[in-house]
């Protein structure tokens, strides 16, 4: 990863599968922050919790997000590996 310094143009999503609902979870929602590095074939690389939404939601997060997909960052229309931070969001309706 490096500094781009021409034109930037950060990751784009293009395919985010929700995540399983928690079985055991006692609250009906919650929201996980992740960071990772989008790497330049657009796949999530080293996924970790930035801000807990709590057990089992942290893990059934990332658990998801491994299996995003996104447009790569690119400087100057080069893919470039960029990090990023990604909001898991959790809700049940009954």
């Given at each position: 990863?490096?500094?781009?310094?021409?034109?930037?143009?950060p990751?784009?999503?293009?395919?985010?599968?929700?995540?399983?609902?928690?079985?055991?979870?006692?609250?009906r929602?919650?929201?996980?922050?992740?960071?990772?590095?989008?790497?330049?074939?657009?796949?999530?690389?080293?996924?970790?919790?930035?801000?807990?939404?709590?057990?089992?939601?942290?893990?059934?997060?990332?658990?998801?997000?491994?299996?995003?997909?996104?447009?790569?960052?690119?400087?100057?229309?080069?893919?470039?590996?960029?990090?990023?931070?990604?909001?898991?969001?959790?809700?049940?309706?009954?």
């Amino acid at each position: 990863m490096g500094n781009c310094s021409l034109i930037f143009m950060p990751p784009q999503a293009v395919s985010t599968p929700n995540p399983m609902f928690p079985p055991t979870a006692r609250d009906r929602q919650s929201k996980v922050v992740l960071w990772m590095i989008v790497d330049i074939k657009g796949k999530p690389q080293n996924v970790k919790v930035s801000r807990s939404g709590g057990e089992p939601f942290d893990g059934l997060a990332m658990t998801a997000v491994r299996d995003w997909r996104f447009k790569p960052g690119t400087c100057n229309g080069e893919p470039m590996p960029t990090p990023i931070s990604v909001e898991v969001k959790f809700q049940i309706y009954r």
